[in-house]
């Protein structure tokens, strides 16, 4: 069956970073486009960034510059590095795929606290 598994989220002061890695099963890996949402308390779930099949790569305004995304297919992991967090990004970070239907991981929360 199809899983995504995300990992590495946790409690960072603000400037801080972490790497977010998203694990993926059940899917021929480097077919697929992977993107990460992300939803805080109160707001909808919101895009954060992508990556195509090819490596392309596109980002929200709002992480332009701060966040990367990247693959790695011989692991079937997906990564968000992310640098110079503010609180704003506390949020708990999903990644998804297209697999016949929608795809989601059970999402790791991510808090940028002082």
């Known amino acids: 069956q199809v899983q995504l598994v995300e990992s590495g989220g946790g409690l960072v002061q603000p400037g801080g970073s972490l790497t977010l890695s998203c694990a993926a099963s059940g899917i021929i890996f480097s077919s697929k486009g992977i993107n990460w949402y992300r939803q805080a308390p109160g707001k909808q779930r919101e895009l954060v960034a992508s990556?195509?099949?090819?490596?392309?790569?596109n980002y929200s305004d709002s992480v332009k510059g701060r966040f990367t995304i990247s693959r790695d297919n011989a692991k079937n992991t997906v990564y968000l590095q992310m640098n110079s967090l503010k609180p704003e990004d506390t949020a708990v970070y999903y990644c998804?795929?297209?697999?016949?239907?929608?795809?989601w991981g059970q999402g790791t929360q991510v808090t940028v606290s002082s």
């Open positions: 998804y795929t297209l697999h016949y239907i929608s795809r």
């Open positions: 990556i195509s099949s090819s490596g392309n790569t």
